[in-house]
Each structure stands twice: as structure tokens, then as C-alpha cells.
């Protein structure tokens, strides 16, 4: 509520959160949209997209039809000045922009993104990731660069980690002690490849590459590390243990309690209504507050369910762009170093040779993993996988390890992630 009134002040005062856009595909186009038609105080300034013309085409969908194309950050501050949007195939030309208060990464990439975060960040501004492949692998070094430059990097509220935060949060703010979070699942199934999502994507105009890392648990396991890292929460196994129910409120009693005790779990829901959403377990020892909680259909407990039957990035995005202007807060952002990895598995038999074709590819899925399990098995990210030639045959349902690869040189990605390796060795908090 205290955000509604900040923007709400902002848009009476003339004075909206200034956004850059970089991704203007399917996704960035959505939220395009969303801040276009507009939340009150917010206002999308600028896309960037390789090809011009497709932050041009978010625009129009919009119904913004006279747009600049701006080269420099001094074009691009005249343009915001002039009260016009822009179009930009230059990362550098937003982030050198005075009047940009905000990047939104929604590109999906690994590689390009770690560039865009860090141009941003040297630029002096603030970073929401709509890209959990980027967050999931390179999250904890990126947030500490940000933080100690006075700036906020965080994932979004809408994305299922922001989702559940987002009520974690309320739900400690109240005096209830969460346990225990992560998504409604309504399928897994490892071995799912382009190939075979290829006309459910086209069904929907998404990418089917994308669509893929959805159903073979790839994109699941970098939300839960996502999640994992900004709550201090364990995983109970590699990959979760992903209890199948009717209803999310059941996941609580098929989850081990001495593990949710002891350090919390992040976790999934498997086939349970509401079917999408998030959900927060919290754990009351009190018998007397039991009493009331049953009163209030909640159950007999000690383990509670609260969850979120909804989650809406392009829409939800707007909060976070508050959150991180306004109030310096992150709606999901690493405690620290990594407390779980995402691991490359062979999705089938690999020869010596094979070039791994990354997330939502036809060569590996990936899972979760406890960071420290991760670094002792010297298990390859599943976000540094893309482009790694074996060096030796992998067995189907393997975890790939570093060693058996040869990464493509110079890539400023495994640069960052031996940084966070030095930076938060196996076993330091």
C-alpha cells in the first residue's frame, strides 16, 4: 500500500520511473505492453533489441506509434527530455542515459546479459532480471557488484521466486516462521526437447527451446536456486522431491519435517491446484495458536500452507520497478553466495565430441543441487553449459562435470562464476 501511494505521488508530480527494456521478444513484449498502457508512475522510455524494429513493433503493439531510434545516450536523454520513447540496438546508449532509473533484462541469455548487467550497473542503475537463467548461475556475484555500488538487483515479482517471496516476507513480517517454499508444478519430464514441444510452442507463439527448459525441469530448478538463495533454504535431493497432490495445501505433510525444521526446503508441488502460483509452508510449535489457525480452516498443523494462486511477470513487474526505485528493495535478490546450483544432466547418452546445445536444448536438462554437493562433484552449471564440447562419452541421466569439457574461450560468464567461486568457496556461509 505504501508503494501504490509513492507512485501514484510520482505520476501526480509528473515525475515516472524512467524504464529501459532489453529484450524485445516474446516476453519483453508482454511487459511492453503492461507499462505502455501504463501503471501509474512508471514509464517504459526505451528498447533495446539487436533488431530496432522489434523494440519498434512492442512499441506500436502499444499503441505508441511515433517512436525515435537514438544511437547515443545523449539522444536518448533529448528523447526523455521531449516527453517521446526510443528504440536502441546499443545497450551502452541506455545505460549511459542520465534519466534511466531502471534496466529490465528480459533477454534469457546468459553471456549477453552478464554484459548487460554489469554496463548497468557501472552506468548507476538499478536492475530487475526477468531472466532466471542469468540470476540462477551469476545471481550472487551480480546483487554484491550492485549492492556495494548503492544499487538494487533483483528478480521479479510474477516470476514464481518473487511470487513466493513476496509472501514469505508478509508472512515473517506477521511473526510466522516460514520453512518452506517454491511452485506449483503441473508436469516434469527430463527428456523433453525442442522436438517434441515444437507445436505446443507454436500453439502459442513462444519459443520452443524455451518451452522445453519449462517442461524437462530446467527452468524449475533455476527458480528454486533462485529462491534458495535469496531464503538461506536447502534442497532435500538433487532435482527436489517434488511430491505429487491434489491441492497445494497437502504439500506440507509430504515434505520431511526434520528437514523443514532444520533449514527450510524449497521445493515443488506436483500436479496441484491451483495449478500455478506459489506457496509458503511456515511451522507453528504453539499449540494455543494451532487452536486459532484451525478455527480459521487452516488445519491442525504444525505445518501450515499459504500460497499465491497466481503469478503474472508482466503485470507483477511493476512492483518490483517500485521496489527498487523508491524504497532500494529487492523482491528477490541472494543473501549472500550461492546455497544451490542448477547441474547439467545428460539427457541422453553423450559421445566424445558432442557440443552441449545449453538450456532447453536436446543434449541436457538441469537440476538443483546443493551448492556444496555442486562444487565437490565439480559439476558444470547448467547456465555455462551452452557451446562445451565433451571430452569424453557422458551416460544418459549423468551429471556432466567440468572437467569432461572444453568451454568456449573468453567468455566473460565463466569469468563472473570463478569470481563467485573464489569469492564463496565450498562450505563458507
Known amino acids: 500500500m505504501a508503494l501504490d501511494a509513492a507512485l501514484r505521488q510520482r505520476a501526480a508530480d509528473q515525475r515516472p520511473i524512467q524504464v529501459a527494456l532489453v529484450g524485445a521478444g516474446v516476453t519483453g513484449r508482454a511487459i511492453a505492453l503492461q507499462l505502455l498502457t501504463p501503471p501509474p508512475g512508471i514509464r517504459l522510455a526505451a528498447i533495446v533489441n539487436r533488431t530496432p524494429a522489434h523494440g519498434l513493433q512492442a512499441f506500436q503493439e502499444a499503441g505508441i506509434p511515433r517512436v525515435r531510434e537514438v544511437g547515443t545516450a545523449a539522444e536518448l536523454q533529448r528523447t526523455i527530455e521531449a516527453g517521446q520513447h526510443a528504440v536502441t540496438g546499443d545497450v551502452a546508449v541506455v545505460c549511459g542515459a542520465g534519466a534511466i532509473d531502471v534496466i529490465v533484462e528480459a533477454t534469457g541469455t546468459i553471456e549477453f546479459?552478464?554484459?548487460?548487467?554489469?554496463?548497468?550497473?557501472?552506468?548507476?542503475?538499478?536492475?530487475?532480471?526477468?531472466?532466471?537463467?542469468?540470476?540462477?548461475?551469476?545471481?550472487?556475484?551480480?546483487?554484491?557488484?550492485?549492492?556495494?555500488?548503492?544499487?538494487?538487483?533483483?528478480?521479479?515479482?510474477?516470476?514464481?521466486?518473487?511470487?513466493?517471496?513476496?509472501?514469505?516476507?508478509?508472512?515473517?513480517?506477521?511473526g510466522l516462521r516460514p520453512v518452506g517454499a517454491g511452485n506449483i508444478k503441473g508436469m516434469v519430464d527430463y527428456y523433453r526437447t525442442p522436438e517434441t514441444q515444437r507445436a505446443f510452442a507454436e500453439r502459442y507463439g513462444q519459443d520452443a527451446r524455451k518451452v522445453t527448459s519449462f517442461a524437462d525441469a530446467t527452468k524449475l530448478s533455476m527458480e528454486a536456486t533462485i529462491l534458495a538463495n535469496a531464503t538461506g533454504f536447502g534442497v532435500g535431493r538433487r532435482g527436489m522431491y517434488g511430491p505429487a497432490c491434489s491441492h497445494v495445501s497437502e504439500v506440507a505433510g509430504l515434505l520431511p519435517a526434520d528437514e523443514l525444521l532444520a533449514n527450510g526446503l524449497v521445493d515443488y508441488a506436483l500436479?496441484?491446484?491451483?495449478?500455478?502460483?506459489a506457496f509458503v509452508i511456515i511451522h507453528e510449535p504453539d499449540a494455543r495458536k494451532r487452536h486459532h489457525l484451525a478455527y480459521y480452516k487452516l488445519g491442525d498443523g504444525p505445518f501450515y500452507v499459504f500460497h499465491t494462486p497466481f503469478h503474472l511477470p508482466h503485470i507483477q513487474i511493476a512492483a518490483t520497478i517500485g521496489r527498487a526505485v523508491l524504497s532500494s528493495d529487492a523482491t528477490v535478490a541472494p543473501l549472500a553466495g550461492p546455497v544451490c546450483e542448477v547441474v547439467t544432466v545428460a539427457k541422453r547418452d553423450l559421445r566424445t565430441g558432442e557440443l552441449l546445445d545449453g538450456v532447453g536444448g536436446f543434449t541436457?536438462?538441469?537440476?538443483?543441487?546443493?551448492?556444496?554437493?555442486?562444487?565437490?562433484?565439480?559439476?558444470?552449471?547448467?547456465?555455462?553449459?551452452?557451446?562445451?564440447?565433451?571430452?569424453?562419452?557422458?551416460?544418459?541421466?549423468?551429471?556432466?562435470?567440468?572437467?569432461?569439457?572444453?568451454?568456449?574461450?573468453?567468455?566473460?560468464?565463466?569469468?563472473?562464476?570463478?569470481?563467485?567461486?573464489?569469492?564463496?568457496?565450498?562450505?563458507?556461509?
Open 364 to 429: 541436457s536438462y538441469g537440476l538443483i543441487e546443493s551448492a556444496a554437493d555442486a562444487r565437490r562433484g565439480d559439476a558444470l552449471p547448467m547456465g555455462l553449459s551452452e557451446g562445451c564440447v565433451l571430452k569424453r562419452g557422458v551416460p544418459k541421466d549423468a551429471v556432466i562435470r567440468q572437467d569432461a569439457v572444453t568451454r568456449p574461450a573468453s567468455r566473460r560468464a565463466d569469468a563472473l562464476w570463478a569470481e563467485q567461486a573464489v569469492r564463496w568457496p565450498v562450505g563458507t556461509p
Open 113 to 174: 546479459a552478464a554484459g548487460v548487467t554489469e554496463q548497468a550497473i557501472a552506468g548507476g542503475k538499478h536492475v530487475v532480471l526477468v531472466n532466471a537463467e542469468l540470476d540462477s548461475t551469476l545471481g550472487p556475484i551480480l546483487a554484491s557488484r550492485a549492492t556495494r555500488a548503492g544499487l538494487v538487483l533483483t528478480n521479479t515479482d510474477g516470476d514464481e521466486p518473487g511470487v513466493a517471496m513476496t509472501l514469505l516476507r508478509y508472512l515473517r513480517s506477521l
Open 271 to 277: 500436479g496441484a491446484a491451483p495449478h500455478t502460483g
